[in-house]
């Protein structure tokens, strides 16, 4: 089976920075997705992690063991509009394998 | 460029009924992936569809269905409706034969079972 793990809430100021954890037990692993999701909308892709090491677009970037089974998104420079939820999810075969999400709040 | 669409927004049913919901994917894209949102949680996979074939399929029972037409276009039955399937349907679609095709999402069809 899937197991997928990250926080349920994290809070933060605006201007600063944020790591969401995720760990994650699949088999047949193929890589690692992030999506944002705000609240009564669809989740919206971004980012992608194949390979071990850090991916980094514009102020969020993401990075993946596959060794470890370990992921973090790191968004920076944290504006009001990236208040939502974060999707962790594993692909494996052909399916998404999510987490329950993070919901981050960012504080004025 | 549209992106993926998913009709209709919003559903309210009985329990017993049954409901068809329905998809578009964005231009280009062959494959489509259907899943189930409750509230608080993340999307779970119900199946894929991609040459017209359910090609994977998740942990939900045959009383989900689905379908996949020429265009690429995808439905998705429920029959016998339980209070438990109220949730947010998602619809993704995505390009190729790899696992690891990015998957965009449409909007979502909000059903709600009474």
């Known amino acids: 089976g899937q197991n997928i793990d990250q926080p349920t809430e994290m809070t933060a100021t605006e201007g600063a920075i944020v790591q969401i954890n995720c760990t994650y037990q699949?088999?047949?692993?193929?890589?690692l997705f992030w999506y944002q999701q705000h609240a009564g909308e669809a989740p919206t892709f971004l980012s992608y992690?194949?390979?071990?090491g850090l991916e980094e677009k514009g102020r969020f970037s993401s990075f993946l063991s596959r060794s470890k089974g370990y992921s973090y998104l790191l968004l920076k420079e944290l504006q009001m509009k990236d208040s939502a939820s974060y999707l962790c999810?594993?692909?494996?075969?052909?399916?998404?394998?999510f987490g329950a999400g993070t919901t981050v709040t960012v504080r004025a | 460029d549209a992106g993926v669409t998913q009709s209709p927004t919003h559903l309210i049913k009985t329990r017993g009924q049954q409901v068809t919901l329905r998809c578009s994917p964005k231009?280009?894209?062959?494959?489509v992936s259907w899943y189930q949102q409750a509230l608080g949680q993340g999307p779970q996979f119900i199946f894929q569809?991609?040459?017209?074939?359910?090609?994977q399929r998740g942990n939900f029972p045959d009383r989900f269905s689905g379908h996949q037409f020429p265009n690429y276009s995808s439905e998705l039955n429920v029959n016998a409706l339980l209070l438990g399937d109220s949730a947010l349907y998602l619809c993704?679609?995505?390009?190729?034969?790899?696992?690891?095709?990015?998957?965009?999402f449409g909007p979502g069809t909000r059903l709600t079972v009474l």
């Open positions: 993704a679609s995505s390009f190729g034969t790899s696992g690891t095709d990015t998957q965009y």
């Open positions: 699949t088999s047949g692993f193929n890589g």
């Open positions: 992690n194949v390979l071990d």
């Open positions: 999810a594993a692909a494996n075969d052909y399916k998404l394998s």
């Open positions: 231009s280009g894209h062959d494959t």
């Open positions: 569809y991609y040459e017209e074939e359910e090609r």
